[in-house]
């Protein structure tokens, strides 16, 4: 095969870019640029949900979505700019009350689209998930029992984990690497502070974390998140070793944040667990559901934001000129999508990280 590629290659063939053909397929009208990312969503799908989601998306359901919203957006602006255009019409579309309303159903939609959207961010790019809290509260003994197997070393001696262990694992379809991290305390030497250390990194950039605590601790939730610096938009709390105090396993009701009683060691409560992870990464069972990128969510609430800031300058100043050029740029958001509005080097940017050829 080697032999046979050299050869071709003498006689002027050349190797193809990385995502050369399917660039070629887009340049060419054969798809729209989300249809292509799909193609690589498709070949990088790490479980069936993913894999199901990025086909839905190569089909096009996810474009179809963004030009009907698209088409909305576009008739709008031949409304308010026609009214803004020909005043000698005595079109008064500020007192008819029908752009403030169709603003209200453009926003509602975009909202739904982002709510789906983020679905297929989740299966797409999967999360990250750091367990946290004091030492010997059963870290690491929740890691092995998340994934099913041993990964890391359980003892009774405190400070076991002295650094970072991370693993990969499929949660209902969701791709999620989850991270133990050192005890979290005063290090008594500096091995322990460097992986403390690390372990705060990991909790800046996780997705959700998990803070660990014993049953038996008389440490309130709050003073714990307080102490330690947790994120408490980014947390559900794990109450451990309650096959030591006869406690009940499942969800903790009437706390101010989700809360799960558990034992990593038995296993009680870890499904009640596992669906608090899921909720909490906004994970659903949403049919239909189709692959999409951070860069089409971050397009898809950039639009949003910016009908929402020309609605209010339309209800407060009475501002159509303004709103004509909100709906412009909304508009050119919802392009970047499916690559009718897009430069160059975002094309190179996207199909650089395609596999050879395709």
């Known amino acids: 095969m080697d032999l046979l590629l050299g050869a071709t290659l003498n006689c002027g063939a050349r190797l193809a870019r990385p995502g050369e053909f399917t660039e070629r397929a887009f340049l060419n009208g054969k798809m ?58 005595d079109v008064d579309f500020l007192s008819e009350g029908r752009v403030p309303e169709r603003l209200e159903r453009l926003v509602g939609t975009l909202l739904s689209l982002i709510e789906t959207a983020t679905q297929g961010v989740i299966l797409n790019e999967g999360v990250t998930l750091v367990l946290a809290g004091r030492p010997n509260v059963g870290k690491s003994s929740l890691l092995n029992r998340l994934l099913g197997f041993d990964r890391a070393i ?55 974390v998990l803070l660990v605590r014993d049953c038996g601790s008389r440490e309130t939730v709050e003073e714990l998140v307080a102490e330690q610096s947790l ?41 009640a ?13 949403e049919a239909g559901v189709f692959s999409a990128r951070r860069r089409h969510l971050d397009a ?26 909100d709906l412009r740029r909304a508009h050119e958001q919802l392009g970047e999508i499916v690559g009718s509005v897009s430069s160059d080097a975002l094309l190179g940017e996207i199909f650089s990280r395609f596999c050879i050829g395709k």
Request: proline fraction near 3%; include cysteine.
């Open 273 to 285: 667990l596992e669906r608090a992870i899921l909720r909490a990464v906004g994970r659903s069972e």
């Open 154 to 208: 359980v003892t009774d001696t405190p400070g076991t984990t002295r650094d970072t262990l991370s693993e990969s694992m499929d949660l209902n379809g969701v791709p999620i690497r989850v991270v133990d991290t050192a005890g979290l305390r005063i290090a008594g030497d500096a091995i322990e502070r460097e992986g403390i250390r690390r372990a705060r990194d990991e909790i800046e950039e996780a997705d959700l």
């Open 231 to 271: 994120p408490s938009e980014r947390l559900v709390v794990v109450t451990n070793k309650i096959d030591l105090a006869n406690g009940i396993a499942g969800e903790v009701a009437g706390q101010t944040r989700p809360e799960i009683a558990i034992s990593a060691l038995t296993g009680a409560g870890i499904d």
């Open 32 to 89: 729209d640029l989300a249809q292509a990312e799909a193609v690589a969503d498709l070949i990088a799908s790490r479980s069936e949900a993913a894999a199901r989601s990025a086909l839905r998306s190569l089909s096009g359901v996810f474009s179809e979505r963004v030009r009907a919203v698209a088409q909305d957006m576009l008739d709008l602006r031949v409304y308010v700019e026609g009214a803004i255009d020909f005043p000698e019409d």
């Open 300 to 325: 898809l609430n950039q639009a949003c934001a910016i009908l929402q800031r020309g609605a209010e300058a339309l209800r407060t100043a009475g501002a159509g000129e303004l709103l004509a050029d």
